[in-house]
């Protein structure tokens, strides 16, 4: 299990913003999803990435145990979309639980409850979900896939007693209007494990990426997200 190989994109060593405390994060390599405002268009090729083993990540994780563990943090799997790596979340993580890692995975959620999606949930302490849209339709056109999964995800998170940080991108025109942030509060009502709301303003510091691997960037027209329009999704979410 130790020596399970997978394809990583890059590491943080003093990450602060993906779960609770200094955490060690490690992005996977590969998306299947198509989400037009993605500022890491670089992670979505499954065919790239270093190739690593778990006992590798391991040995680089325990240089930092110290900072870690003393701010009450952890190890953070993002991406990319680290659950299209299953086999490789379970042998990391069954390995961080043995040495008193607190986990967090960083996930869309579209994916089925599988044997192998349990057994990774089971080793996880927290799950950071991206809620990519509340409305079905218009979650198709922003990420390529119905959220049809995403929201069984949440239910499926809320009825294990595994505690839910839900993140939701604030896109201008796209994300925010009222009706739709009036249903995603109504949905995170219904869960109970949900610990915190995470808005994160649109921005376009990643439109680089998808001009170096030669792609048009689909949301060039639209504006970033400002701290009134963070402020006015708060108060619609009650937050």
């Keep these: 299990m130790k020596d399970l190989i997978g394809k990583i994109h890059s590491i943080e060593t003093f990450g602060t913003v993906d779960g609770p405390g200094v955490r060690f994060v490690i992005f996977m390599q590969g998306c299947h999803l198509k989400c037009k405002y993605c500022h890491n268009r670089d992670t979505w090729d499954t065919t790239e990435g270093t190739h690593m083993s778990v006992s590798e990540l391991i040995e680089k994780i325990q240089k ?55 057994q990774v949930l089971n080793l996880t302490d927290l799950v950071l979900l ?76 990643g439109v680089f990426k998808w001009d170096n691997l030669g792609f048009e960037y689909p949301l060039k027209n639209v504006p970033v997200a400002t701290d009134k329009d963070i402020e006015r999704a708060k108060r619609i979410l009650g937050i």
């Excluded at 990319?80 to 961080?96: C, D, R, S, V």
């Excluded at 922003?142 to 839900?166: R, T």
């Design 130 to 205: 991206d809620i990519k849209h509340i409305n079905d339709e218009k979650c198709k056109n922003l990420v390529g896939f119905s959220n049809k999964l995403e929201l069984e995800f949440a239910k499926y998170l809320s009825d294990n007693n595994i505690p839910i940080w839900i993140r939701q991108v604030i896109i201008p025109g796209i994300t925010d209007s009222e009706e739709d942030l009036l249903s995603l509060k109504s949905f995170i009502q219904s869960l109970k494990t949900v610990q915190k709301i995470e808005l994160q303003p649109y921005h376009n510091m």
């Design 64 to 118: 930092y145990e110290e900072y870690i563990k003393l701010s009450n943090g952890g190890v953070t799997v993002t991406g990319g979309e680290p659950l299209l790596q299953p086999k490789f979340l379970i042998a990391l993580f069954t390995e961080l639980k043995k040495l008193g890692f607190h986990t967090a995975l960083d996930t869309s959620g579209m994916f089925p409850i599988t044997p192998e999606i349990k």
